[in-house]
């Protein structure tokens, strides 16, 4: 079974604040540091350091070549990634001293895919792959309705989360991984049993994982819930929590651990990525995550 991730590469400028700026504040920020990230990008990288077979399929410009060196040099499969004339995507991130941040994504040539380009690297994969998406690429729907028809088992991470996401067809979906934001986005319920309820009207066929932040994290399906409880850590830098979360529980059910196990390593990976700065920087290490979870029962 083959991992395709379909997803951004980004050019992430971090800048150290005291706050988040407010509207109409202008503020100095302490420091601006660039790392490589994008939803996408993290999640390969994530997927790759779990132990995972991932191809990553995405287009930079030619800025961006340094993103594609760090996939293939943290074992990702980078055959699919093209260099297009567009300017590789960046993100403009706050990060603040409680440990806080907000973005501002600039697609640039995440945006720039073709239905040519999509079918193509969709040649290389078939019936029980598992085809990874989030929202910072365009032509979803088309993924997600291609992906189907090749019988893959299809994962959506709806972030960020706007109307092209409404726009899909998200029956063809089998495994949501969501946060709560998203979660009252897609069922507008804002009480996690209540959107995990409605996701399961909405979606009888699927899988939902909903993390909660310092309230740990849920798998939910029709008849079953597995609660994983927080882990515990200094908040240094958030940015990746999440995707460093996505690749680890996706890596962990791939090698055919059970639902808890999987939740357990994902939350691990993911304190551990909260504990780190930038956003693929800050993704662990399995031996590390493994050394974390011993540490904590011992
Ligand atoms: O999830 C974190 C990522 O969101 C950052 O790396 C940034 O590029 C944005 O895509």
């Known amino acids: 079974m083959k991992i395709l991730n379909f997803g951004s ?8 604040v005291g706050h988040i700026v407010q509207p109409g504040e202008t503020i100095t920020s302490g420091s601006l540091e660039v790392f490589p990230g ?11 350091r779990a132990g995972a077979d991932v191809y990553h399929a995405g287009l930079i410009g030619k800025d961006g070549i340094f993103l594609r060196e760090l996939c293939r040099n943290s074992g990702v499969n980078t055959d699919y990634i093209r260099v297009v004339e567009t300017r590789t995507g960046n993100a ?24 040519e380009y999509i079918d193509e690297v969709m040649k290389g994969f078939g019936e029980g792959d598992v085809l ?7 032509l979803l729907d088309h993924l997600i309705s291609e ?16 109307e092209k996401i409404t726009a899909c067809d998200l029956t063809k979906v089998s495994l949501f991984m969501i946060n709560e934001v998203e979660g009252e986005q897609i069922t507008g319920a804002k009480d996690p049993e ?7 009207t909405m979606y009888p066929g699927a899988e939902t994982v909903l993390t909660l ?22 908040t240094v830098d958030t940015t990746a929590a999440g995707d460093t979360f996505t690749g680890y529980y996706l890596a962990a059910v ?3 651990k059970d639902k808890p196990q999987a939740m357990k390593e994902a939350a691990y990976a993911a304190a551990l990525a909260v504990s780190g700065k930038g956003a693929s920087s800050s993704i662990p290490m399995k031996k590390d995550v493994d050394a974390f979870m011993r540490k904590a029962v011992s």
């Open 9 to 16: 590469l980004n050019i992430d400028y971090t800048y150290s």
């Open 132 to 138: 990874l998406l989030q929202n910072e690429i365009n």
């Open 38 to 48: 994008g939803k996408g990008l993290n999640q390969s990288i994530a997927l790759a």
């Open 147 to 162: 992906g189907a028809k090749k019988g893959m088992k299809i994962v959506l991470n709806p972030s960020p989360f706007d």
């Open 92 to 115: 403009i991130i706050q990060v603040s001293e409680k440990g806080e941040n907000c973005i501002i994504l600039y697609p640039g040539a995440n945006r720039e895919q073709t239905e």
């Open 194 to 200: 209540q959107i995990l309820e409605k996701m399961g």
């Open 254 to 256: 791939m090698e055919g």
């Open 213 to 234: 932040g310092d309230k740990g994290s849920v798998y939910a399906n029709r008849t079953e819930r597995i609660r994983q409880q927080p882990v515990k850590v200094k």
